[in-house]
Structures are given as structure tokens and as C-alpha cells.
């Protein structure tokens, strides 16, 4: 990561981070670590990294900012991408837009709904894009992992083994909801061999720097910023990412999103093993960790983060 320099917009980022970090240790305690997946009981719970990135290329960066984390449901986020890459407005046949304002890993809509779920980015919206892209790649880790170590520029990016088979092992019901949909014909291949590729890409680590970067293309048009490692490209068309943003702010916090939106006002996606990214479009990505979470399954530490950070800068949607 480049050393910190002013933001081209002159907000006084570094002692804004310093702050929020500082005013963030207050509520350490105040969550729990996320222990329904027995390999993420074992992260240290007092954790908190935050990085900020913006389009002209700067980054910023407080506490452990360069500690890998597990993604978890974040990757919901570059999988809906790749999906939407691929199958364009046909994904719709198979998945809803609308918050569910149900837990993520709910399944009471599932019946009434037929097998649809509301939305990509609750539990049953995720596993039908895995099954679709389970589809088109034969080793669909390596095809995600190939776009994530180009968006981050970090070539070992990986899924971490442990975690991916404590999931799965554990992975009862959301194993029950990829039975459910295939009974409505929405799961097309084998469950089993869906619930492998779900749990791998939810093991994928990354720390808060890479994933203010990975996800630039979102605040800047589609289109990902030039590193030093190689130039930008368009990554996804600039109506496909303001639809994007507008999936992330209306569902990207599951039964939250209505909280996160009041509060923060920005796109967001969060993750049970502590992580949030918000994107603020035309500026820049904000990436936050902080293991304990609500009972919501969202970070404590990091929903507050951003919204001081949203305080403090005056970035918001709109
Ligand atoms: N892998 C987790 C699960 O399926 C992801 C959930 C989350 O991050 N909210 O339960």
C-alpha cells in the first residue's frame, strides 16, 4: 500500500480514520463472534482494520488494515457480478431484487415464493448463483480466485481450507435450502457439489486494503482503476454497477439493510466474519473489519466505523 498523502479532495482522511479507530475500541465487547461456523469461534474477537481507497489512487488505512479475514457472505458480492457477467438480465428468471427483511440464512419465503429466492445476496439468493456459475466453470474457485487476485493485485489470494470444511461439515441448512430449490427446479446440479463451491468461496481471505480495492470498479463507473501492477479496464458496464449499488443498498445487509441505509446511507455488503465494505460512488470504497457482530450477523465495530466515517466526511449516497 502506497504511504498515506492528502485525498485529492483535501478531507483530512488520516486523522479521521485515527478517530474512528480510536472512538471504535469503546464498543469492543459489545458483539460476538460469529461461532454457528466452528472454524470463525476461533478468531480473536478485539479486532479493527479499516482502509479507505479512492479512484484517484490513494489509499488510506487505520488498526490491522492488512490482516486477512474471511470473507464470508462479501463474496456474494463478486459472485452476483461474475453471474450477472455472464447470464445478463436472464439471472432474473432465477432470483428476486427485493430486500428480504429476513435473517440471511432464513428459508420461510422459500415455500410461499416457490423456490425464488428474494434476492442474491441472502443465503438461498447466493447458492442459486453458485449453482449458476457451477454451471459454466468446471473449477469454480479457480475462475473466481483468478478475477479476485486480478482485482487485488494480491496473487495469493486463496479460500482457507479450514474454514470452508468447518462449513461445510456444519452446513445443514443451507444444504436443506439448495434441496428445497432444486425441488422447484432451481438448483440444477447436485446440491452437494453447490455446497462445495459456496463454502470455498465463502473461506476466500482477503484484508481490508485488498478489498477497498477489489471492489473500486464499483465506485468508479464499472471500471477498475489503474495500479501499479497494470492498467484499469472495464470490468463491468456502468449501468451494471449503479444496479449493482442499488442491490447493495436496498438488500446488502440482509435484515438491516433499512438500519444501514438510515445510518450509513451507503451501498454495503457485510460478511459473519466481521467485514463490511461500503462503496461511495464517483469517490472511492471503504473496507471495514471487526470480528464481534450484532445479532443481525453484522460487524458492531464496523457498522459504526461507517457511520462515522459518513459523519465525518459527509459521503453518502445521493
Ligand atoms: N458462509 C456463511 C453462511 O452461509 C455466510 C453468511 C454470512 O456471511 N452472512 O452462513
Redesign the pocket.
Known amino acids: 500500500m502506497p504511504a498515506p498523502q492528502a485525498p485529492a479532495n483535501s478531507t483530512p482522511l488520516i486523522p479521521i480514520l485515527q478517530q474512528i479507530h480510536t472512538e471504535a475500541q469503546a464498543l469492543f465487547g459489545q458483539g460476538q463472534v460469529a461461532d454457528y ?1 466452528p472454524a470463525l469461534a476461533q478468531v480473536a474477537p478485539r479486532q479493527f482494520g479499516m482502509a479507505v481507497a479512492l479512484i484517484d489512487g490513494s489509499t488510506f488505512a487505520t488498526g490491522q488494515a492488512h490482516t486477512p479475514f474471511s470473507l ?2 462479501i463474496t456474494k458480492l463478486f459472485a452476483f457480478v461474475l453471474a450477472l457477467k455472464l447470464e445478463g438480465e436472464g439471472l432474473w428468471k432465477r432470483v428476486g431484487r427485493e430486500p428480504s427483511g429476513a435473517a ?2 432464513s428459508m420461510v419465503q422459500l415455500e410461499s415464493e416457490k423456490g425464488i429466492p428474494r434476492n442474491p445476496f441472502i ?1 438461498a439468493g447466493a447458492l442459486v448463483i453458485t449453482d449458476i456459475l457451477t454451471s459454466r466453470y468446471a473449477h469454480l474457485d479457480i475462475a473466481m480466485l483468478g478475477a479476485l487476485r486480478r482485482l487485488t493485485d494480491a496473487p495469493d489470494l486463496s479460500w482457507n481450507g479450514h474454514i470452508a470444511k468447518s ?1 461445510r461439515e456444519t ?1 445443514h441448512r ?1 444444504m436443506a435450502m439448495a434441496y428445497f430449490m432444486k425441488s422447484y427446479g432451481n438448483v440444477l446440479n447436485p446440491p452437494e457439489l453447490v455446497l462445495d463451491n ?2 470455498r468461496q ?1 473461506a476466500i481471505e482477503m484484508n481490508c486494503a485488498q478489498l477497498a480495492q477489489a471492489t473500486m470498479f464499483l465506485a468508479h463507473n464499472g471500471q477498475d482503476i489503474d495500479t501499479d501492477a497494470r492498467p484499469g479496464e472495464q470490468f463491468l458496464s456502468p449501468s451494471d454497477a449503479r444496479r449493482v449499488n442499488a442491490l447493495l443498498l436496498t438488500c446488502g445487509a ?1 435484515d438491516a439493510a433499512g438500519d444501514f441505509a438510515y445510518r450509513i446511507g451507503l451501498p454495503v455488503k ?4 466481521g467485514g463490511i465494505v461500503a462503496i461511495v460512488p464517483g469517490r472511492g470504497t471503504v473496507a471495514v473489519w471487526a470480528p464481534e457482530l450484532d445479532a443481525k ?1 453484522n460487524s458492531v465495530l464496523g457498522a459504526f466505523a461507517l457511520e462515522r466515517l459518513t459523519q465525518l466526511t459527509g459521503w453518502h449516497h445521493g
Do not use: D, K
Open positions: 461456523i464470508q457472505s440471511f440464512n443465503n462449513e452446513a443451507n459456496y463454502c465463502c440482509y457485510t460478511g459473519v466474519g450477523g
